[in-house]
């Protein structure tokens, strides 16, 4: 595996084309423009888009969705 990741063979999939998405580009714009605004917990954010504070922090910070 590690030879077909060296060698650009293993094309990972981003943001809405993967299949085991649960949010849409646009639901990613918005979550960070209402982090922006308020600050708000990231797990009460996560319940209003039904998924974790993890999937927010994430978000967030930059580790999922930094193609956006």
Same mark, same amino acid.
Request: glycine share 8%; proline share 0%.
């Given at each position: 595996q590690y030879d077909a990741i060296k060698n650009d =063979? *293993?094309? !990972? $999939? @981003? /943001?809405?084309? /993967?299949?085991? !998405?649960? $949010?849409?580009? %646009?639901q990613v714009k918005k979550i960070r %423009? *209402?982090? $922006?605004?308020? @600050?708000? +917990? &990231? =797990? *009460? $954010?996560g %319940?209003? &888009? +039904?998924v974790t504070g993890g999937a927010i922090q994430a978000i967030i910070s930059g580790r999922n969705w930094k193609h956006i």
């Amino acid at each position: 595996q590690y030879d077909a990741i060296k060698n650009d =063979r *293993i094309h !990972h $999939l @981003k /943001g809405e084309q /993967g299949h085991c !998405h649960k $949010l849409t580009e %646009k639901q990613v714009k918005k979550i960070r %423009k *209402i982090y $922006l605004k308020t @600050k708000i +917990n &990231f =797990r *009460i $954010l996560g %319940k209003q &888009f +039904n998924v974790t504070g993890g999937a927010i922090q994430a978000i967030i910070s930059g580790r999922n969705w930094k193609h956006i």
